[in-house]
Each structure stands twice: as C-alpha cells, then as structure tokens.
C-alpha cells in the first residue's frame, strides 16, 4: 500500500512531556500538510511544506509545536511540554505536484494527554 | 481567511435521500471537497467541484455555485454504512491550496 503512512497510530503521555509524531506521504507528493482534529470538530489547518520548504504556519501552532521535512520526504510533528489541550487527532496529508488540489490523508495520530 | 458553515448533525431513514449544505466566504478560493470520515477514521474523498453545477458519483453527488457561496452534498438510497461525518472543506489557493474544514455534519441512518 503506498498511502499516507502515520506513525504511531496511538499515543498517551503526560503533560509536560515531550511528542514527537511521523508522517510518510506518498511517494512524489511534493506537498505535505498537518491537520489537528479534536472530537465533533473539522480538522484545522496547522501547517504545510513544499518539498522541504515549510511555507505557512497557522497562528495555532504555539511556540511549542514544531514540524520539519527535512529531505522533502516524511515530516516529523514536535510538540513541547505537551498540555491536556493538545489531545486530538493529527492528520497529514499530501499532495502531488504540480499544484494538485487533492489531499489524501492518512489515518492519524491519536494523542492523549493525561 | 475563510469561514465554512454546515449543519451539525441529520437523521435519516434507510434507502431514503438526504441532502447536506455547506456555505463558505472565502479569498482565493480553488474548489470544494466533500470528505467522508466515520469514527476514529480518516476523511476520505468523497467529491471536488472546482466549476459550477452538479458532480455525480453513483449514489453520491455535489454541487457547488461559486456567486452563491453554496455546495451541498446529496446522498441517494442510503445505506447504514453511510452513517457518518461528512465534512466540506474549501480550497485556498494561495496557501499551497490548503483546506479550511467546515465542523462536518453527522449522518445518523436509520433502519
């Protein structure tokens, strides 16, 4: 299967812990997108790149988030001193070039923190 | 920016039709998806409408009028595997098209 791969699918950690989340996206998908999705909502935009090129950051993503893609390939997703406020779904997402409009996603870190 | 608005939740009888809305306001805007997400799970893409009129998929069909600001999802002889989330989202063009969700509407299908 070559879709969006996540890893891992589940995770719980304490608060003030430090997560760090993977994503692979497709193979050639120049564009690699995070989403975060908590229960009953839609998922929120946080952040994308171009190939290694992070190019926009939402204003949810606090200081204690970070993302990277460092070879234009999968992307790590950091969060910092984790609060009870980041449990939700994070979802990537990618898609190919030249500017393909859809996002395949895959199936999601789950994040708890207790 | 841009601001998405759908229903929260509908019920709906087994073979029957329902019909799911979704308003946006939006700059930049490069099309509509409609995703389907059951519990626990990923969207999945359901439709694009990038162009004015009706998109039709087997039991599953989109509009979208772009003056009007207006999509709307149809699904046709329901079926209890389509008790769901489904979620409209716009395209924005100039942030590497990436997508602004509505809350999604739950589908609730009963037999």
């Known amino acids: 299967d070559t879709g969006v791969s996540q890893d891992p699918r589940h995770k719980i950690t304490k608060r003030g812990q430090n997560v760090t989340f993977r994503c692979d996206p497709i193979s050639e998908h120049n564009r690699l997108y995070w989403y975060r999705q908590t229960l009953g909502q839609g998922p929120e935009f946080l952040t994308y790149f171009q190939n290694e090129a992070q190019l926009e950051k939402s204003r949810l993503l606090s200081d204690r988030f970070s993302a990277e893609r460092p070879k234009g390939s999968f992307s790590t997703l950091e969060i910092q001193r984790t609060e009870q406020g980041d449990s939700a779904m994070y979802l990537c997402?990618?898609?190919?070039?030249?500017?393909?409009?859809?996002?395949?996603f895959g199936q999601g870190t789950r994040l708890t923190v207790v | 920016g841009q601001n998405i608005d759908q229903p929260t939740e509908m019920t709906a009888t087994e073979g029957a039709i329902v019909q799911i809305n979704c308003t946006y306001q939006t700059s930049g805007f490069n099309g509509l998806f409609w995703y389907q997400q059951h519990a626990g799970e990923a969207p999945t893409f359901l439709s694009y409408?990038?162009?004015?009129g009706l998109e039709e998929k087997g039991r599953f069909s989109s509009f979208l009028s772009r003056s009007k600001g207006y999509s709307y999802l149809l699904l046709k002889e329901l079926q209890m595997k389509d008790s769901a989330s489904y979620l409209c989202?716009?395209?924005?063009?100039?942030?590497?098209?990436?997508?602004?969700f509505g809350g999604g509407t739950r589908v609730l299908v009963k037999p």
């Open positions: 989202a716009a395209v924005e063009q100039a942030a590497g098209n990436k997508l602004t």
């Open positions: 997402a990618s898609s190919p070039p030249p500017g393909g409009t859809e996002a395949f």
């Open positions: 409408n990038v162009l004015d």
